[in-house]
T-cell receptor
């Protein structure tokens, strides 16, 4: 596809379960971001992958959150033992190596923990 | 705290009027960008202004940057009902591999 693709679009999970959110960046984009947005709030930075550099994990809120990017392309954000406060829209974005901070966003995954 | 802070938090105007939104930030930046978000999902990049630029135009959008005041403004001229959305400023700090940091956003409502 032409844009950043995220799946699933919506996810409802029970408290305590693990979830995996997937992001397919635009082909050729070496930078990939994950953000979290709670209802009516701004974007909270979670993690940033840039090429072969070590990822910037400084925004991950707890050790229940982890992310990986395999082969420099697809990324998976994993939340273990989900809590109700994890409910939010999780947004992924990618960018070109020549314009690392001009980000193209996916439509997000709306996570609801019940 | 977040690098970018927008104001006002909410703005309601009549169609045809101009909308001005402001963003302030705290530390030296490499560039500043404005994004638009409809219906709480994906953001769309609107315009980027570099730290050595003072003003930039794109269609009905005009962005200014004042690095001495660490502030930027986004002006939408001749607003339309379709401009109703949330608008975010995002900053990229100087240095390699710098991530984008977003403000909390401004909700713009354009009344038809």
């Amino acid at each position: 596809g032409a844009g950043v693709s995220q799946s699933p679009s919506n996810k409802v999970t029970e408290k305590g379960k693990d979830v995996e959110l997937r992001c397919d960046p635009i082909s050729g984009h070496t930078a990939l971001y994950w953000y979290r947005q709670s209802l009516g709030q701004g974007l909270e930075f979670l993690i940033y992958f840039q090429g072969n550099s070590a990822p910037d994990k400084s925004g991950l809120p707890s050790d229940r959150f982890s992310a990986e990017r395999t082969g420099g392309s697809v990324s998976t954000l994993t939340i273990q033992r989900t809590q109700q406060e994890d409910s939010a829209v999780y947004l992924c974005a990618s960018s070109l190596p020549s314009r690392p901070t001009e980000a193209f966003f996916g439509q997000g995954t709306r996570l609801t923990v019940v | 705290s977040q690098q970018g802070e927008e104001d006002p938090q909410a703005l309601s105007i009549q169609e045809g009027e101009n909308a001005t939104m402001n963003c302030s930030y705290k530390t030296s930046i490499n560039n500043l960008q404005w994004y638009r978000q409809n219906s709480g999902r994906g953001l769309v990049h609107l315009i980027l202004i570099r730290s050595n630029e003072r003003e930039k135009h794109s269609g009905r959008l005009r962005v200014t940057l004042d690095t001495s005041k660490k502030s930027s403004s986004l002006l939408i001229t001749a607003s339309r009902a379709a401009d109703t959305a949330s608008y975010f400023c995002a900053t990229s700090l100087t240095g390699a591999n710098s991530k984008l940091t977003f403000g909390k956003g401004i909700t713009l409502s354009v009344r038809p």
